[in-house]
């Protein structure tokens, strides 16, 4: 590590009490945060120089019975990627909107509201539609969402009357 990440990680750690650990990649930190702490974390961090948010997503951990919410933040001075990580309970799944921090969020909120179903307090517009427009099932990115079910319900089954077949040649030698 340079001198210029042992500052930000050191920093971080003086500050929050939070300890960043090297991720997978050159240059990549990974971060875990509670969610009570995670908006003040990424407020200190985009003070820090990661200035760019450049994605929000989460993953269903069903089996956990949890959300993680993912922050992939950049800080272009030093070329370094930070992972934030936070966990949402799956049953209700809220959190603090980012949008204060990082406007640009609120297209990421959106999608994970509609893909996920996680709540956005605070934001005015996180329901809005926007790729899922007259939805009215479960979010479709949930583990326990069934797309044939969904196919099933929503749409007639059809005869394929024409069935089209390829010509299979045999090779024999």
């Known amino acids: 590590m340079t001198n210029s990440t042992n500052n930000w990680i050191e920093c971080l750690k003086k500050e929050t ?14 971060l875990d945060v509670d969610k ?7 407020a200190y961090l985009k003070r820090a120089g990661f200035g760019q948010l450049s994605l929000l ?4 951990w069903i089996e956990q019975g949890t959300f993680q919410l993912i922050f992939i933040l950049m800080h272009w001075e030093l070329g370094h990627h930070l992972i934030v990580r936070a ?8 959190f603090t909107t980012i949008t204060d921090i990082y406007p640009g969020a ?19 517009v996180y329901q809005k539609p926007l790729f899922l427009e007259r939805w009215d099932d479960m979010p479709p990115l949930r583990k326990d969402f069934d797309p044939q079910a969904y196919s ?3 749409f007639p089954k059809r005869e394929h009357p024409h069935v089209f077949k390829a010509n299979v040649v045999e090779v024999t030698e």
């Open 17 to 30: 009490g939070l300890e960043a650990k090297e991720g997978t990649a050159s240059l990549q930190y990974v």
């Open 36 to 42: 009570q702490e995670a908006h003040q974390t990424l």
């Open 57 to 60: 997503t989460c993953i269903d």
């Open 87 to 94: 966990l949402l309970d799956r049953e209700n799944p809220e």
């Open 106 to 124: 609120a297209y990421y909120e959106r999608e994970v509201y509609e893909f996920f179903g996680v709540h956005f307090r605070g934001s005015a």
């Open 152 to 154: 099933d319900g929503k």
